[in-house]
């Protein structure tokens, strides 16, 4: 992490579970690293379809400021979201598209194309779970906590009776980026 700060944006549309992916990756550094951890969140008047976002910042140390001004990682979920904030992303930083619903990039930004929402379907039924999937993703590719703390936290915060469907699609993130 330069500066010790690390920025991560969450962005798609309202029922994505994009805010629940957030408060997963802030635990699992804040309560399960012992890192200081910051998730804040906004989405459009539709709520659910329209845009949504999420936000985390990481850090080693105090964090002076919570809000992310230039993301070392880009989660877009949909093609709206990728175009409005893809130009934010830090110079190195990464940019995770769901290519299910994300057609189009610029070819100069460093983009990670996974099919995350084809991905939940596949390996659980279900396409609810593509941000957990994402959440595995995020994980594999910046190590930002480790694997057994992000599990921590999925298990803490999914609903009951779901934690083995979303454990599934954490590790399907996992295989993805490591089959990419």
Known sequence: MTNDRYEIRLSGSGGQGLILAGIILAEA???????EAVQTQSYGPESRGGASKSEVVISGSEIDYPKVTSPDLLLAMTQESCTKYLGDLKEGGIAILDSFFVEKWPDNANVI??????????????????????????????????????????????????????LKALQAGFEAVANH
């Open 29 to 35: 550094a804040a309560i399960y690293e012992g890192k």
């Open 113 to 166: 194309a996974l099919p995350l929402t084809t991905i939940a379907k596949e390996v659980t039924g279900k396409t609810i779970v593509a941000n957990i999937v994402a959440v595995g993703a995020i994980v594999a590719l910046s190590g930002i906590v480790s694997k057994e703390s992000i599990e921590k936290a999925v298990l803490a915060r999914v609903p009951k009776g779901t934690e083995e469907m979303n």
